[in-house]
Structures are given as structure tokens and as C-alpha cells.
Nanobody, 116 residues
């Protein structure tokens, strides 16, 4: 059984930073894409950032220049460094991993609240 566990969320003031981590455990031996999504209250889940196995990245326009996604293949982890946070970044953040056999896994989510 494969599980993804996110950590690093919390309450931060506008302009602050947070680093999210997501670790995969269980029988997942190769991981293609890894990504972070978020869902704010009353809104659809949206892509924040994505990184391929080769290291190519894409970002939502709203976070470009502020967020950085990275991965550690040996540890089966993906990270999201979030800087210059804004109130509109408030959401539940989910990590997603696509295994080599095309099976998709999601984490349970971690709350990020940006407020003064």
C-alpha cells in the first residue's frame, strides 16, 4: 500500500515563507511526475507546481517567481518552497505522485493559512 504524507503547513503572515514536504512510503518503486495542488474553500483544486522525473518544472502563473518545487528521488520526496506568501495562497495543499505504472497517488493535504 502506498501512502503520501505531507508536512510543513501552518499559519504564516503575509510575506512569510513555508516549506512543504511530501514523502511516499510503500511499494512505489519508480515515480514519474510529482506535483503540488491546492484547494481553497469554495474553489476547485488547482495545479500549483509540477516536476517531471527529468527535473522539468511548470508553475501556475500566480506562484511563478515565489514558489519552487524540487524532488529527491532517492528519498521519494517532493518539496515546495513558498516565499512571499499572500492571503490568496491560503488553501489546503495536496501532493500528487504518478508512478511508473501510471497509478496516481494523492496525499491527505496540509493546511496553509496566510493571515496577519
Amino acid at each position: 500500500q502506498v501512502q503520501l504524507v505531507e508536512s510543513g503547513g501552518g499559519l504564516v503572515q503575509p510575506g512569510g515563507s513555508l516549506r512543504l514536504s511530501c514523502a511516499a512510503s510503500g511499494s512505489i518503486f519508480s515515480i514519474n511526475a510529482m506535483g503540488w495542488y491546492r484547494q481553497a474553500p469554495g474553489k476547485q483544486r488547482e495545479l500549483v507546481a509540477r516536476i517531471t522525473s527529468g527535473g522539468s518544472t511548470i508553475y501556475a502563473d500566480s506562484v511563478k517567481g515565489r514558489f519552487t518545487i524540487s524532488r529527491d528521488n532517492a528519498k521519494k520526496m517532493v518539496y515546495l518552497q513558498m516565499n512571499s506568501l499572500k492571503p490568496e495562497d491560503t488553501a489546503v495543499y495536496y501532493c500528487k505522485m504518478t508512478a511508473g505504472n501510471a497509478v496516481v497517488y494523492w496525499g491527505q493535504g496540509t493546511q496553509v493559512t496566510v493571515s496577519s
